[in-house]
C-alpha cells in the first residue's frame, strides 16, 4: 500500500465519483456525466465506494479465476489491503463484467458492473443531442421500433444481451452486456447497483428495491432463453450455462458461467452427468 | 364562418439579418380546412410553416392552437415535451424529401407503426395490423412491409410517408411541397390520394406549394405570399379566377391552362 493512496485514486476524484454515484442513485437510471482519465468505469466506481472493511469479489464472464477478475482483485488487494473472495455470499462490493452472480444478493451488498456503452439507443440514433432529448421527454418509441423490427424479421426479439429495460417506470436503461436471462434479477433486486462508463463518461445507478422491466410487446412478452440442458458439472437447470468445446471432435460440455455457484452446488454433493466423468479421470 | 379556427397566427413577425421573412402575418384554419401558402421562392412560405408548426420561433406574434378539448394553447410558449407530443399526436409534417421523415434502416412497417409504438402502443399484432391497414390505403403492396424504405421509389416513399404520419390519425398536417421532385403522372395520383385521405378523415391542412396546379387541385382556401407578406387570401376559385393583387395576377397568368 506504500506510495498510494487507499484505493488508488486520489480522495478528491473518489470524492467526485462518489458525488455523481448519490445523483445517479436518486434518478434511477439517468445517466450522469464522469469525468473521463482514471481507467475503466468499474474500477473508478469500486476505487470510490471501497471502504477498509469490504469484502470484494470480481467477476469476468461470471467467472472469478479469468485474468481481467484475478487481476482487478488483486489489485485492490496491493492499493486497498481489502479482503477479497470467490464466494458471493461473503462479498460486500461484487464488481462485474458480463453476468449478474446466481446467488440473490442482499441489502448489505453493491454490485458495480463494467459498462462499455451506457446509452441504450446508440444503434439506433447516431445523434448524442437527440438521444439526451429522448430521455429527457421520455421519448423511446424508437426503441420499440427495434423490437418490431426482430419481430418482423425473426418472428422473435434477437437481442441476446444487453437487452434494454425500463427503469423505475422512468428511464430506458442498458444493463451492460449482461444476458438476457440475468435482466429479472435486476428488478427489485435487494442490492444497490452501480453502473461505470469509463471511456463514455457515464454513471448510473439502480437503488435497492427498483422495478426493472425489460422491453417487450404484450403480445410478444419477454422471455429468457438459455441453453437447454443442465450444467455438466453440478447439473443446475437453473443457471445460465457457457457451451465449451472439450475434445477435437466437437464434444460439447454444458457447464454454469458462475464458476462460485458451481462450485458451491458440487460441494454441497450435486454433480452433473460429465461430473462423475471429472471425478472418475 | 362561426366555428372556431383550429390553428391561429397573429401578427406573426421574423427576420432574418436585413430580410423580412415574416411582416405582419394574420393566418386562420379551420378544422378539415385545406390552406395552400402559395408564392415564388424565397416568400417566406416555408418560414411561415414552420413558424406555425412551432418548429422556429417568430420575432414576435403568436400561434394558437385548440386542442381537441376546446382548450388553447400558446404554441411557441409550450414545454418543450408537450410540443413534442402535439407533433407526434395531433399533428403531423409531411416534408418534401420523405428521406427526411423517415428512418431509411428501418422496414416500411416499422416506419409506418413508429408514431404508435410513440404513443405508447405496445401490442404488436396491432401495430403490424395497422402498418398494413395504412399501406393499403396508400397503394404501397402488402407484401413490401419488411422491406427497406431504399428499396422504393421516389413516389412510393412520399406515400409511405404520409402513411406514417396519418396512421395516429392526425387532426393537422403540415405539408411542405409534398409532390415536389415527383414526375408528373405521379404528381397526379398523389395529389388524389392525398385529397381522398384528408377529406375521409377529415384532416386540416397547411399546404405549402410554389405550384399553383396543387393549390387549385386541393386547397379550400388560398394565402398568396409575397417578400413575408399575405398579399392576398381568400377562397380558392375566387382568388385563382379573379385575382386582384398584382402579383397574384402575376402568379395566375404565368400558369398555362391555370
Not at chain 1, 103 to 120: F, G, K, M, S, T
Not at chain 1, 170 to 179: A, E, F, K, N, Q
Not at chain 1, 243 to 271: K, M, P, W, Y
Not at chain 2, 176 to 188: H, W, Y
Amino acid at each position: 500500500m506504500k506510495g498510494y493512496n487507499f484505493a488508488y485514486l486520489d480522495e478528491q476524484t473518489k470524492r467526485m465519483i462518489r458525488r455523481g454515484l448519490l445523483k445517479a442513485v436518486a434518478i434511477p437510471g439517468h445517466q450522469m456525466p464522469l469525468p473521463y482519465g482514471w481507467g475503466t468505469g468499474g474500477i473508478q466506481v469500486t476505487a470510490s465506494i471501497l471502504g477498509a472493511d469490504d469484502v470484494l469479489k470480481v467477476i469476468d464472464q461470471g467467472a472469478d479465476d479469468t485474468t481481467n477478475a484475478v487481476s482487478i482483485r488483486r489489485f485492490f488487494a496491493g492499493t486497498a489491503g481489502v479482503a477479497t473472495t470467490t464466494a458471493t455470499s461473503e462479498a460486500t462490493v461484487i464488481q462485474t463484467r458480463h453476468r449478474i452472480p446466481e446467488r440473490q444478493l442482499r441489502e448489505d451488498q453493491i454490485i458495480v458492473y463494467q459498462v462499455p456503452q451506457p446509452e441504450p439507443l446508440f444503434r439506433l440514433e447516431p445523434s448524442r443531442v437527440e438521444t439526451k432529448r429522448m430521455h429527457g421527454l421520455a421519448d423511446y418509441g424508437l426503441m420499440h421500433v427495434k423490437l418490431y423490427e426482430d419481430i418482423a424479421r425473426f418472428g422473435q426479439v434477437s437481442i441476446s444481451y444487453d437487452y434494454p429495460v425500463m427503469v423505475n417506470h422512468r428511464y430506458l436503461m442498458s444493463p451492460s452486456p449482461i444476458p438476457a436471462f440475468d435482466n429479472p434479477k435486476m428488478d427489485m433486486m435487494p442490492a444497490l447497483q452501480l453502473f461505470g462508463a469509463g471511456r463514455e463518461k457515464r454513471i448510473y445507478a439502480i437503488p435497492p428495491w427498483t422495478r426493472v422491466k425489460s422491453l417487450d410487446f404484450d403480445d410478444h412478452p419477454f422471455r429468457t432463453i438459455n441453453a437447454p440442458h443442465p450444467c455438466g458439472l453440478c447439473g443446475a437447470t437453473d443457471s445460465y450455462l457457457d457451451e465449451v468445446v472439450i475434445d477435437n471432435r466437437g464434444s460439447r460440455l454444458f457447464v454454469c458461467s458462475d464458476t462460485d455457484h458451481c462450485a458451491e452446488r458440487r460441494a454441497a454433493g450435486h454433480v452433473g452427468a460429465q461430473g462423475f466423468q471429472e471425478a472418475a479421470e | 364562418m362561426t366555428e372556431p379556427t383550429l390553428l391561429s397566427g397573429r401578427g406573426l413577425n421574423l427576420n432574418f439579418g436585413e430580410l423580412s421573412a415574416l411582416a405582419n402575418v394574420d393566418v386562420d384554419l379551420w378544422p378539415g380546412e385545406i390552406l395552400a401558402i402559395v408564392g415564388e421562392s424565397g416568400s417566406g412560405k416555408t418560414t411561415l410553416l414552420n413558424v406555425l408548426s412551432g418548429r422556429t420561433a417568430p420575432d414576435s406574434g403568436m400561434v394558437w392552437y385548440r386542442d381537441p378539448s376546446g382548450h388553447l394553447h400558446d404554441v411557441h410558449a409550450m414545454p418543450a415535451p408537450s410540443l413534442r407530443t402535439l407533433h407526434r399526436s395531433d399533428w403531423g409534417f409531411v416534408h418534401q424529401d420523405p428521406r427526411q421523415n423517415l428512418r431509411m434502416g428501418v422496414s416500411a412497417g416499422g416506419n409506418v407503426g413508429e408514431r404508435l409504438m410513440a404513443q405508447g402502443v405496445r401490442h404488436y399484432g396491432a401495430i403490424r395490423s395497422a402498418a398494413l391497414d395504412w399501406l393499403a390505403q396508400v397503394e404501397i403492396d402488402e407484401n413490401r412491409i419488411d422491406d427497406l424504405p431504399r428499396t422504393f421509389s421516389g413516389g412510393m416513399l412520399q406515400r409511405l410517408q404520409i402513411a406514417r404520419t396519418l396512421v395516429t390519425h392526425p387532426r393537422l398536417v403540415f405539408m411542405d411541397e409534398p409532390t415536389g421532385g415527383l414526375d408528373v403522372s405521379v404528381q397526379a395520383r398523389l395529389l388524389d390520394l392525398i385529397r381522398s385521405l384528408v377529406t375521409r378523415l377529415n384532416i386540416a391542412v397547411v399546404l405549402v406549394t410554389h405550384d399553383i396546379a396543387v393549390a387549385r387541385l386541393l386547397a379550400h382556401r388560398i394565402a398568396v405570399m409575397q417578400r413575408g407578406r399575405i398579399v392576398e387570401t381568400g377562397l380558392t376559385d375566387q382568388v385563382l379566377d379573379d385575382p386582384r393583387h398584382p402579383y397574384t395576377q402575376l402568379l395566375v397568368s404565368s400558369v398555362l391552362n391555370a
